[in-house]
């Protein structure tokens, strides 16, 4: 299993999709924030590194322990990375502010855009290629059989 997760691939799709899906929501609270678009100032570079570690911080677990559960099953499908870091984005927020109300769960809707983003990104740098040691290391199995 350790070989499962040092593998480059996947830690560098993870790095991408947390620092792909950071953006997207420092943008989102920028936006919302002013009403509209407006010019980006540095303090944006901070408060962006700040939301890349918070993302990181809560979300490695679940999301390795949803990616050796993939990779065992050779999930190639886009669908299912993006409903699972949409579905993660949506439940952190109630669980950052340890409230589950009505208005907490409207306001983690804003997560969603950067849970979606950060499915694709992981997909595409690493999840479709999900389970292909597994039909290398039995194709291997054949030809010395």
Request: glycine share 8%; charged share 5%.
């Given at each position: 299993m350790k070989r499962l997760l040092f593998r480059r691939r996947i830690i560098l799709?993870?790095?991408?999709s947390v620092l792909c899906s950071s953006l997207v929501?420092?943008?989102?609270?920028n936006f919302l924030d002013t009403g509209g678009p407006r010019e980006l100032d540095s303090?944006?570079?901070?408060?962006?590194?700040?939301?890349?570690?918070?993302?990181?911080?809560?979300?490695?677990l679940p999301s390795v322990f949803y990616i050796m559960v993939c990779e065992a099953s050779a999930r190639q499908n886009v669908l299912y990375y993006v409903v699972?870091?949409?579905?993660?984005?949506?439940?952190?927020f109630p669980l950052l502010?340890?409230?589950?109300?009505?208005e907490t769960l409207t306001q983690s809707l804003f997560l969603v855009p950067a849970g979606i983003v950060a499915g694709g990104i992981y997909w595409f740098f690493s999840g479709r290629f999900a389970g292909e040691n597994k039909t290398d290391d039995k194709e291997q199995i054949k030809t010395f059989e």
């Open positions: 799709g993870y790095f991408y929501f420092t943008l989102t609270l303090s944006i570079v901070i408060i962006y590194a700040f939301i890349s570690i918070l993302i990181f911080m809560y979300t490695v699972f870091s949409s579905g993660l984005g949506y439940l952190l502010t340890q409230r589950l109300d009505q």
